[in-house]
């Protein structure tokens, strides 16, 4: 019960200098895409990783070939979804979603707030972080696809029009 003996001892660190080695180099190929902030997928199959990678170190039955084509499937499909998103707007919306405004144009968007679930204690906090003691100063706070909430300070109508095209809430206003 607390000592396998020195084959399973060997087999775990055999396999997991490999599976770790391997799993390095794949997601240095797969690019910085993959270890930059993480969306709700992203965050998925990186958990999948993680189980993938402690059943093959730790299940006797999983041999190191299947643990190394799990994983290699893993990250093509996660590559694969990531090419889609940045190609195809069906597949972005449908994939990751698309930023919601909680707070636009003066008023709290109390319908956006409920569907996403977010208070106002915590615009108000991302509000404050930003230095800002005023909504006044404020044009949008926006829940973005990554969870983060980001404070768009007034300014230009003009200026803000491009970073708030994509984001549900926002009136779009043709430009002149």
Excluded at 127 to 142: T, W
Aim: proline share 1%; glycine share 8%.
């Amino acid at each position: 019960m607390f000592f396998g003996g020195w084959e399973d001892i060997g087999r775990i660190l055999s396999t997991g200098v490999i599976s770790y080695v391997l799993l390095i180099v794949c997601l240095r190929i797969s690019g910085k895409r993959s270890l930059s902030k993480m969306n709700m997928f992203d965050f998925v199959v990186t958990i999948a990783l993680g189980s993938v990678l402690a059943t093959t170190l730790l299940d006797k039955k999983t041999s190191l070939a299947s643990g190394i084509s799990a994983l290699g499937l893993l990250l093509l499909l996660q590559f694969l979804v990531s090419w889609m998103t940045v190609r195809w707007k069906t597949a972005r919306n449908l994939i990751k979603g698309s930023p919601e405004a909680l707070y636009a144009h003066g008023a709290f968007r109390e319908e956006a707030m409920r569907k996403t679930r977010v208070h106002r204690t915590e615009i108000l906090q991302s509000v404050r972080e930003q230095g800002i003691a005023s909504l006044e100063q404020v044009e949008a706070v926006i829940l973005e696809t990554n969870g983060d909430l980001s404070v768009v300070k007034k300014g230009r109508q003009e200026d803000m029009a491009e970073a708030l095209t994509d984001v549900n809430g926002i009136q779009k206003t043709p430009a002149r």
